[in-house]
């Protein structure tokens, strides 16, 4: 009887660790459907209502060769800052350019996840190689503008949003 004491602990956590567990698919179909005002701080003072999907595109455009969700663990992360740190729980876009060289890749992240969906969106982080290297970034202009600068550097800038910049 006394070898089966961990039994109802491995359980426990067991199911714990299946609670936590999100299929990829529902952090991307989340991450595609949050707002800008939800995960950039700048814009959720002119309540950009704005989903992530729509605003990429706008972004993007005819510059991409594509674009390729993924759903996970946070990747674009630094762990010695702590706003920087990420979860468990993102969805991330990888865009070729058209051009060529290498994919920008922006970031969504997701509080935990609660009755086995995704928590809310909270934070957007991107990376884009420019001349001097990679570019880290948490908000959804300075992604906007340096795309724009790296892959489409003849493209008109897109029309701004209410009073919220592109």
Excluded at 39 to 64: N, P
């Amino acid at each position: 009887m006394r070898r089966l004491a961990w039994l109802p602990l491995l359980l426990s956590v067991s199911a714990a660790s299946i609670a936590d567990e999100i299929a990829p698919e529902a952090l991307i179909a989340a991450a595609k459907r949050a707002t800008l005002s939800q995960i950039d701080y700048a814009r959720s003072d002119c309540h950009d209502d704005r989903s992530v999907e729509t605003w990429l595109m706008t972004v993007v455009g005819k510059s991409a060769h594509s674009i390729k969700w993924l759903g996970g663990a946070c990747e674009l992360v630094n762990k010695d800052n702590p706003i920087d740190a990420g979860t468990d729980w993102c969805a991330r876009a990888e865009i070729a350019p058209k051009r060529g060289g290498e994919s920008a890749k922006i970031e969504v992240f997701f509080e935990a996840p609660k009755q086995g969906r995704p928590g809310a969106p909270f934070a957007f982080r991107a990376i884009v190689k420019i001349k001097d290297g990679w570019d880290y970034m948490r908000d959804t202009s300075a992604f906007a503008a340096n795309w724009r600068e790296t892959y489409a550097p003849g493209d008109p800038a897109p029309a701004p949003y209410k009073d919220c910049g592109q």
